[in-house]
């Protein structure tokens, strides 16, 4: 074993130096971090953005993760912001919140979904957080007179982080794969300093520890008919020009890419022929990692990282038919077919609605359903009629999450035409304090019941901002309720039945508002069933309807469509689809599938238990 120094960790690294005082060479490692140990995989793109980035990376990472690997993916983004919070996603997307409440961007998701893993703050970075970490170090006087530069300080502190995540595998062990997506494409403005801190990762890690992919695309002008490789020869050298030289080339394109095209690009990138693949368009996302298999690139980033003797082949074939049988229910026949309405502008964009998208078609496949999405801009809806036209026909529906007045009244006469005409109805967040709303005006008659967020003045505020409830959970006032939490779930509920009678459930959350409690007590006894709560505060996080009442209405405060995965949807979207299946077709009910998830009055008690 090479004595441990301090700070950097082996004999390899302490060639170089972890102060910036003393050497050109500045590589900075946590206390114990072994160089060799973690092999880095990094994908850049070249040509373009939008080339599925993220899904390439995180369905390889997946490959080398059923192998029994541990991996750790991070994206860097190039922008100034601290995180996604404040970006608007009707134009970057959603904001995907972390288990921690790190507020990032839809790629995480991606991630999170494929490797079925949690990840947190470690695994997404902005040019932002670097830079005001060192601003706030050099204001301390942390540089000792020294001039902060972006070499080697930007770099050094790109390489910190890169190797402190490093540091997170199981049981406090470094992971055997760091998985690095650097967002934009070779050549911005914006990435450079990553792109370079990389190559000095690299060359630091020593030969063996880090493969440089690069994702490029495939022209194929229709005017043309035929496949032009120049666009992507010359992202590549851009890619060389900053001092990579990218082991492994993957060539996205609409069609297979040919071989004379493949040859090119070998010979004007010093890539061999078996490192060029072609990625080109597949019907579906979840056959990419299989895919990349039957290609061998899982293969060639074994042999390039001396990884072979980690691979612990029994996993593997565990990992595989558990996807397989996924990936086979996918291109099955669906017995079945429902109208999903969701309340949300499809026009701006579905980008902005990623995770629900994904949940429902987690829940489709593992239903056997086919799901026609239906989006209702409800800014326009200002009467019951309109709404009921908007939603005539819809099997179930989901009134997401969101912020703003706009379309907020066209939502409240969405949720009650659910109740009113007993459609299954799921509502998220904003939807769920749609629903009480909506209550408290039709069952409650409190005409001039709404949110503060709305309606700061009105007679009824039954969802408003409250300080002092955050203050009960050490939130700081005025920021929002962000990331994981538990959920104390009402025995004999719905909810309870969804979860298998789990008395606590870990939910994600991204509010400001929440249900008054002064307005508890009157709720419930008018009907109302808040069958999820904070463990310790009088925090409302469920709501839902008796069976009797309503074959399937509950609300969630949280973002349950941040937890779904492939292999394990969501409770509350199985739920709400199961139960418009059965809707339709009453002997669903019966089949086993229908008997786990749909709630009826045979199978729920009469009264939830207090
Ligand atoms: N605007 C509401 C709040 O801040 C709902 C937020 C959301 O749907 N994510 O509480």
């Known amino acids: 074993m090479p004595p441990e120094v301090p700070g950097s960790g082996d004999t390899f690294l302490s060639q170089f130096s972890n102060s910036e005082e003393s050497s050109e060479h500045f590589s ?38 059923d192998k029994g690997l541990s991996v750790a ?69 942390g540089y000792l007179g020294r001039d902060v530069q972006m070499i080697p300080h930007v770099t050094g502190a790109v390489k910190m982080r890169l190797r402190e995540l490093a540091m997170t595998g199981p049981n406090a062990k470094q992971v055997d794969v760091v998985f690095v997506e650097v967002g934009g494409t070779a050549g911005d403005y914006e990435n450079g300093f990553y792109i370079e801190a990389l190559r000095e990762l690299a060359f630091e890690e020593g030969d063996g520890s880090t493969c440089f992919v690069a994702l490029t695309y495939i022209l194929e002008p229709s005017i043309l008919g035929e496949q032009k490789s120049k666009a992507a020869q010359l992202g590549i050298k851009r890619l060389m020009e900053a001092g990579i030289q990218p082991h492994i080339i993957a060539c996205r394109a609409k069609n297979p890419v040919l071989p004379k095209v493949a040859q090119k690009i070998s010979m004007f990138s010093n890539v061999p022929m078996k490192r060029v693949f072609s990625m080109h368009d597949r019907e579906s996302i979840y056959v990419i990692p299989d895919a990349m298999r039957c290609e061998g690139l ?82 326009d809806i200002e009467t019951g009629a309109r709404a009921a036209a908007s939603l005539e026909g819809a099997d179930a529906i989901i009134v997401p999450g969101g912020f703003g007045m706009r379309g907020v009244e066209g939502k409240v006469l969405c949720v009650e035409w659910a109740r009113v005409n007993r459609v299954p109805f799921l509502g998220i967040c904003l939807g769920f304090q749609m629903a009480v709303i909506e209550y408290s005006r039709n069952v409650l008659g409190w005409k001039d019941a709404h949110s503060t967020e709305f309606d700061p003045k009105c007679g009824h505020p039954v969802i408003s901002e409250l300080p002092d409830q955050k203050r009960l959970e050490g939130i700081m006032g005025g920021t929002m309720r962000l990331g994981a939490q538990d959920v104390a779930v009402q025995a004999g509920s719905l909810a309870s039945f969804l979860w298998k009678g789990a008395t606590t459930v870990r939910e994600r959350f991204r509010h400001r508002y929440e249900v008054d409690p002064t307005f508890i007590q009157q709720l419930e006894s008018a009907g109302l069933v808040f069958s999820g709560r904070h463990p310790k505060h009088p925090i409302m996080q469920m709501l839902e309807l008796p069976v009797k009442e309503h074959p399937f209405f509950i609300g969630a405060q949280f973002h349950p469509e941040l937890t779904s995965r492939p292999l394990v949807p969501q409770p509350m979207f199985m739920g709400l689809i199961a139960a418009a299946i059965a809707q339709r077709d009453p002997t669903f009910a019966q089949s086993e599938l229908g008997r786990r998830w749909v709630r009826s009055t045979s199978n729920a008690p009469s009264q939830p238990a207090a």
């Open 298 to 379: 899982d293969r060639e980033i074994l042999s390039l990282l001396h990884l072979h003797d980690r691979v612990d082949t029994a996993a593997e074939d565990r990992a595989r038919k558990g996807w397989d049988a996924f990936t086979a229910q996918l291109a099955g026949t669906r017995d079945h077919r429902i109208t999903l309405g969701i309340t949300g502008k499809y026009a701006a964009l579905r980008d902005a609605y990623a995770s629900i998208d994904k949940a429902v078609e987690h829940c489709a496949v593992t239903l056997g359903a086919e799901v026609d999405i239906r989006w209702i801009d409800t800014s």
């Open 28 to 65: 900075p490692a946590p206390t114990g971090y072994v160089s060799g140990k973690t092999k880095f995989v990094v994908v850049i793109g070249t040509v373009m953005s939008g080339l599925g980035k993220g899904i390439f990376a995180s369905s390889l990472a997946k490959l080398l993760q």
């Open 73 to 141: 993916p991070v994206k860097l983004e190039g922008y100034l912001n601290i995180d996604s919070g404040t970006l608007n996603p009707y134009r970057h997307g959603e904001v995907f919140v972390l288990d921690d409440g790190l507020e990032t961007d839809m790629d995480l998701g991606t991630y999170e979904r494929v490797l079925n893993q949690n990840l947190g703050r470690r695994n997404f970075m902005t040019a932002g957080q670097i830079y005001t970490d060192i601003l706030e170090r050099e204001r301390r006087g």
